[in-house]
C-alpha cells in the first residue's frame, strides 16, 4: 500500500538476533536508511546453523533453570530443499566449487549454510553493526512510543538501557521445545530427550527408541539412529490408529500411530495395541514461540504457539510500526520470506510504504482467526502457512514494490516436496529438475531454460 504522504524517516532500530532473519532484516532496514543496531547473544552470526556438540543439562527441556543451547542442529544434517530455492533472492546460495572447504552439493551439510550466511553478512556490511555476546533481556515501551533495550553482554555482564525508535523481533523459534503429553510419562523409567538435543546417533547404540514426530528433522533422525540402535519405534500422529509399519530398507525400524500409554516397565502401548519395551522416548515434537525478554502489557501474548494478534504475522496493531517480528510463519522456504518481511518493515517504518489503520488490521486479524476457526485449524497452527505461503510473499512483494517470489522457485519448492516423498531415502542426492536449477549472470539468477 503506499502512503498518501511520503516523508521518508530515518529510524533508530534495534534487531534481535543475527540468524539469518536479523542478518537480512539489518540489511534491509540500512538499505532504507535507518539507522541499526543487531543484538545477538552468541558469539557469531548464524544463529540456528551455528552447530555445537553442546546440549542442554535438561534434554527434554523442562527445567526453566537449564543451561541453554540455542541451535537445534544435528550433526548428520543436510538441508531439506536445494540450494537454489534456499538462498536470499538477490544473494544466491550458489556452489563455491573451487574452494575445498565448501560444500558444493544441492543440499549441503550445515556448515555450509553457516558459511554463506558468514558471507552475507560480510557482503553487506552487517557484521559490522551486530553487538556479539550482547543478549537481550528486556524490550519495553517507554514514553512517546519508543522502546528501551536492556542488553546484558557476556564478558562484562553489564546491563545497558538504550532507547530506540524501533524494534524487530528475530530471536528464531527452533530453540524451546515443545513436548508430547504422554498418560504415565511421569512413572516411566525410560531416558526422555527432545530432538533439541540430539546430536549424533552414537548415544543410541543397541538401546530401543521411540521416536515421536513425523516432520523432515524426524524422518533424519529416525535413519540416523537406525544405524546404531536396536530398534527404532516411530510414533505418529498423522497416521490412523491400527498402523504399524516395518520402514522399507531397514529391519529395526517400524512406524507405529501415536502412543497410547506407559508404564512404569519402561513399556509404551501404542494406540494400534503393541506394546514395546524401551530405553529412550525422542521428543521430535516441535517448539514453542518463546519472547522471554519482551514486555507488552499484555498487548502481545503467545497462547497456544499463537503469537498475536499480529497483522500479516509481523505487526502487532496496537504497537505497529514500531514492533514487529521477522520469520515466525513455518512450513516455508524461509529465507526468500524472510527478506520480503523485512522490506515490508523497512518500508513501513521510513513511511515509503502505508499500514492500514490500525483498526482494519484488527478486522484483518480477526477475520484470519474466524477463517482458521471454521476450517478447524487449531491455535497452534496459526503460523502455519504451507498452504499459502507464496500467496503471502506475493503479497509482501506487492506491497514492497519489489519482483514476486520467482516462478522457478516456486516449481523448484513443490518438485522438491515431491521428490522428497517419492525417494525419502536419496531425495538429497537424486533428482530430476535440472532443467529449474538457476545460471548466475552477473551475480543475477534466470532459469535454466
Ligand atoms: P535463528 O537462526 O534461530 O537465529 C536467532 C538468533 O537470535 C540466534 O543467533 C540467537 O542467538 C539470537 N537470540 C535469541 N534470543 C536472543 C536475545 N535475547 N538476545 C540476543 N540474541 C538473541 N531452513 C531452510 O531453509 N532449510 C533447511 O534445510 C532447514 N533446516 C533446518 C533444520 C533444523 C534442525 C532447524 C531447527 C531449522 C531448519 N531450518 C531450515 C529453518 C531455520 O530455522 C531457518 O532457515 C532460519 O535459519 C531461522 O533463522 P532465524 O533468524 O529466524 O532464527
Redesign the pocket.
Known sequence: MQPTHHQPASRHVAV????????VAARELRREGHKVVV????DQ??????YTPNVESDPIGLDPNRTRV?????QS?????PREA?GFRDYPFVAIEEDEERDPRR?PG?RE?LLY?KDFAIEFGVSEIVRFE????FVGLVEGGKWKVK?KSKRGEVVEDEIFDAVVV??????EPCVAQIPGINTWKGKQIH??NYRTPEPFRDQVVILIGSA??AL?ISRDIAGVAKEVHIASRSVADETIEKQPGYNNMWLHSMIKSVQEDGSVLFRNGSVVLADVILHCTG?KFHF??LETNGIVTVDDNRVGPLYKHVFPPDLAPSLSF??LPWKV???PM?EFQSKWIAGILSNRIALPSREEMMEDVKAFYSLLEASGTPKRYTHNIADYQFGYDDWLAAECGCPAFEEWRKQMYFVAIENLFARPETYKDEWEDHHLVVILIGGAASSAD
Open positions: 534481535i538476533g543475527a540468524g539469518a532473519g536479523g542478518l543484538f545477538e547473544r552468541g552470526v548464524g544463529g540456528t546453523w551455528v540455542h541451535s537445534s542442529m544435528y544434517l543436510r538441508t531439506n530443499l534456499m543440499y550445515h549454510v550466511l550482547t543478549e537481550v533481556v542488553s528475530c530471536n528464531g523459534h527452533h530453540t530432538s533439541h523432515t528433522s533424519d517448539y522471554p525478554f521477522v520469520g522456504a524461509p529465507f524472510f
